[in-house]
């Protein structure tokens, strides 16, 4: 069977995104009750990771110990790539993908993790680029689907993103047109959403019976579900300096009590990714307040992880017949049993 990568949510049909809720959900709700399933017994993970990380990295790896698999961290100077090393992604794709049975990155540049899915013959799943940050996306969409307002369904919803079109940015807009709900930014017209990804992303609003707003008019906060925020510093190298975010974005873009108030709905709830920059984009009062699904929604990375793991595991995985594995128990045991051991003595082997 044809591998799958899960790098960018839009690969994925509005059908396969909504089996993996389900599946998270379903995997989250047998754990809570004392029953870790061994989805993943003897797999192995190899997380490539070129930026820190705190919620994706940990979410991976306890993903898979649960469900009985193994994560391998390959940080930056400790295999041989990128800078300092001696071989290149291409070839660490053939590798990594002979020696694990998946492999996560998290990159500088999104060509990256598209170059690294195209030469592993493994499944690889995109941990964030600068372009995207799908895991985040399903571990949203997941808290999303948990706290549905009472007789809405995803169809119905409005999420509203303040400020900056970050690379999550995009990847909620892309699942919220998936998905058939209503996406806005509010946002200012420097920072708003690229034309190409915008026109990208209606389209498949389109298909799906959602819609796209992109505003810098506070009008456009009002009957959201959900809003969602980000950091405004920017990006690896496109970082900028406090001053100058601030000047571009504060106040009128800083997620407060006042702001919310202005969906008009009392019953609104707060998204944000973390980490997050209190007093700057967010407002205390917010992010600790009782609107606050940011605790929900880093919890939910793993629920995220677990599930797109054995998505793309699953067709993979032989499960071998009893028949088998008697065969091959008893081969072993045959080899290992006539194995020619000789200690060093009875070799007269010298060091």
């Known amino acids: 069977m044809k591998k799958r990568d899960y790098i960018d949510t839009f690969t994925f049909s509005q059908n396969e995104m909504q089996f993996m809720v389900d599946l998270g959900i379903k995997i989250k709700e047998s754990i809570r009750n004392g029953y870790y399933p061994q989805l993943l017994k003897n797999r192995n993970l190899g997380m490539i990771f070129e930026q820190t990380s705190t919620r994706t990295r940990n979410s991976a ?57 195209k030469f592993s013959k493994v499944p690889v799943v995109n941990f964030m680029s600068d372009e995207s940050h799908p895991t985040q996306a399903l571990g949203d969409l997941i808290t999303i689907e948990e706290n549905l307002p009472k007789g809405k369904n ?29 996406f806005a930014q509010f946002g200012p017209k420097t920072n708003q959403m690229p034309k190409d990804v915008l026109e990208h992303a209606k389209r498949i609003a389109q298909e799906n019976g959602g819609s796209i707003e992109i505003s810098d008019d506070e009008e456009v906060l009002k009957d ?34 006042q702001l919310l108030e202005k969906t008009g709905n009392k019953n609104v709830k707060f998204l944000h990714c973390l980490p997050a920059s209190r007093g700057e984009e967010v ?24 599930a797109i793991f054995v998505y793309l595991l699953n067709p993979r995985i032989k499960m071998a017949s009893d028949a088998l594995k008697n065969k091959y128990k008893g081969e072993l ?18 060091y």
């Open 61 to 117: 790896e306890a993903a898979m110990s649960e469900l009985g698999g193994h994560a391998l961290y390959l940080a930056p100077g400790q295999i041989q790539l990128g800078e300092g090393g001696h071989e290149s992604l291409n070839d660490t794709g053939h590798v990594l993908g002979e020696l694990l049975d998946i492999i996560g990155a998290r990159v500088n540049r999104h060509e990256e993790v598209e170059n690294l899915a």
């Open 154 to 182: 995803l169809m119905d919803v409005k999420l509203v993103f303040v400020g900056d079109a970050t690379q999550v940015a995009i990847s909620t807009m892309f699942f919220c047109a998936q998905m058939g709900m209503e």
């Open 224 to 257: 959201a579900d959900f809003i969602y925020t980000d950091v405004w510093y920017g990006l690896y190298d496109k970082e900028l300096q406090r001053e100058k975010y601030m000047k571009i974005f504060y106040p009128k873009y800083q997620v407060n009590d």
């Open 283 to 306: 407002s205390d009062s917010v992010l600790d307040g009782e609107h606050s699904l940011a605790w929900d929604q880093a919890g939910n990375r793993k629920t995220a992880m677990r």
């Open 333 to 350: 045991e045959e080899m290992l049993v006539n194995e020619p051991y000789r200690d060093n003595d009875d070799l007269s082997i010298k």
